[in-house]
Nanobody, 116 residues
Framework: QVQVAESGGGWVQPGGSLKLSCVASGSNFDQYLIVWVRQAPGKQREFVAQIDSHGDTNIADSVRDRFTIFRDNAKNTVYLQMNSLKAEDTAVYLC??????????WGRGTQVTVSS
């Protein structure tokens, strides 16, 4: 069983920045596809960004000019750097670690609140 844990959320004013972390257990972390999604109250879960084992990334159009995703395999961690945050970025951010041998593994999420 792969353990996944998100951290780094919190409250920030509009225009501020946060860096979220997704840590996943396992010796094959470098092979994991890591996906960030977010869930706002009353809204459907929304794709945010992903990074594969080659370091190739895909970022949602709605945040592409403000968010970046990168990984540090030595630390079993993927980071989501979020800049110029807006109120509409308020959500619970969840991380999924996937690889064929382990399936999908979700963390519990970290709350991001953007307000003045």
């Amino acid at each position: 069983q792969v353990q996944v844990a998100e951290s780094g959320g919190g409250w920030v004013q509009p225009g501020g920045s946060l860096k979220l972390s997704c840590v996943a257990s396992g010796s094959n972390f470098d092979q994991y596809l890591i996906v960030w999604v977010r869930q706002a109250p009353g809204k459907q879960r929304e794709f945010v960004a992903q990074i594969d084992s080659h370091g190739d990334t895909n970022i949602a159009d709605s945040v592409r000019d403000r968010f970046t995703i990168f990984r540090d395999n030595a630390k079993n961690t993927v980071y989501l750097q979020m800049n110029s945050l807006k109120a509409e970025d308020t959500a619970v951010y969840l991380c999924n670690a996937f690889e064929i041998s382990i399936g999908n593994n979700w963390g519990r999420g970290t709350q991001v609140t953007v307000s003045s």
